[in-house]
């Protein structure tokens, strides 16, 4: 493992559950993630109320009216508003819809009507709307990046619109952009047959696996293109150097943060991108698989899942890490 790399602080480290997809609220303290026993049973959200004192992790969706979804994953805090949005399901093998309450898990629990298949909620600044990767088949292709606002009005079917050779885009896994929506950074890849481990002879299809990092243009009209986030990466054959997803801006829309198997397909280590240069730093070493990192409201601390050093406990883990000294001065 590289000792090079700045130091994890692990906030669980338990052998009994898997922590996943952690999401910061705008105080810089609590920190909301999906929990699932490692003997099976179903994923909910918990949450560390205070990260710098000894508060272990609690249940956080405490609502008893409505009774919460039985699953509960991907969440997202909007630091303009008091408020988290996530998806819940009957199931693990039922539909998603995207849910909201406000941050304290108790009040105004409700799921948005129409957001069948909408995964990855994500805020918009105030709070009025969210991106969602969207299956629910509101437009093509399928899954496409779609914007909701909190009362299931859809406002806009497709934000990821095309490539700078006009091929339309699947997108996920949307992070709203440094100046909001519809403004995002996504996980996409061109909608055409033979693209990364699929044949030329399959109908194009969606693998978050062989995906780039893209980021998409509106114009005046609405008009949408997207192009990669890294200069380098090829539109016509996929280039496993470039994969990427999970993106999220920093504060001041420096710097964007993502998750990578490069080069050669293995786990997933995390990488900052310096938006101005497009200049890589990588954070995490990949035999511990580092995923969905998000940024501190102070822009110089990230919150990721990960697994343990030497396996020890064998679980995945939520932790923290300074990344001050690789951002650009």
Not at 9 to 21: G, I, M, Q, V
Not at 214 to 220: A, E, K, M, Q, S
Request: net charge negative; proline share 10%.
């Amino acid at each position: 493992m590289d000792t090079s790399l700045p130091e994890l602080k692990f906030l669980t480290s338990s052998p009994d559950y898997h922590d996943y997809r952690p999401t910061m609220d705008k105080t810089g303290k609590r920190v909301i993630f999906e929990r699932t026993p490692v003997q099976r049973g179903a994923t909910t959200l918990y949450v560390i109320n205070d990260i710098w004192s000894t508060d272990a992790p609690v249940p956080f969706l405490t609502a008893t009216s409505p009774a919460p979804p039985p699953w509960q994953t991907r969440p997202d805090c909007c630091w303009g508003k008091d408020a988290v949005a996530f998806n819940g399901a009957d199931s693990e093998t039922d539909p998603v819809h995207v849910w909201r309450v406000d941050g304290n898990g108790k009040i105004n629990l409700r799921k948005i009507p129409h957001t069948k298949g909408a995964f990855y909620p994500r805020w918009s600044i105030e709070g009025g709307e969210f991106v969602t990767e969207n299956h629910g088949g509101h437009a093509k292709p399928v899954p496409c990046n779609s914007i909701f606002d909190t009362s299931g009005n859809l406002n806009f079917a497709n934000v990821d619109g095309t490539a700078g050779n006009g091929i339309p885009l699947f997108g996920g896994m949307p992070a709203m952009g440094a100046g909001d929506l519809p403004h995002i950074a996504f996980a996409g890849q061109p909608a055409v047959s033979g693209w990364g481990n699929s044949s030329s002879d399959e109908p194009p299809h969606y693998d978050e696996n062989t995906n780039y990092i893209f980021l998409n243009t509106v114009g005046p009209h609405g008009t949408v293109t997207s192009s990669p986030m890294e200069s380098g990466a090829c539109l016509t054959t996929y280039d496993p150097n470039y994969q990427g997803r999970a993106p999220s801006w920093s504060p001041d829309g420096k710097t964007i943060v993502f998750e990578s198997n490069r080069p050669a397909g293995g786990n997933y280590a995390i990488y900052l991108h310096n938006v101005a240069d497009g200049t890589l730093r990588q954070v995490t070493d990949p035999s511990l698989d580092g995923q969905h990192a998000k940024f501190f409201p102070d822009g110089k601390n990230l919150i990721l899942c990960i697994d343990h050093p030497q396996n020890v406990p064998n679980t995945r883990g939520i932790a923290m890490v300074d990344i001050s000294k690789l951002l650009n001065p």
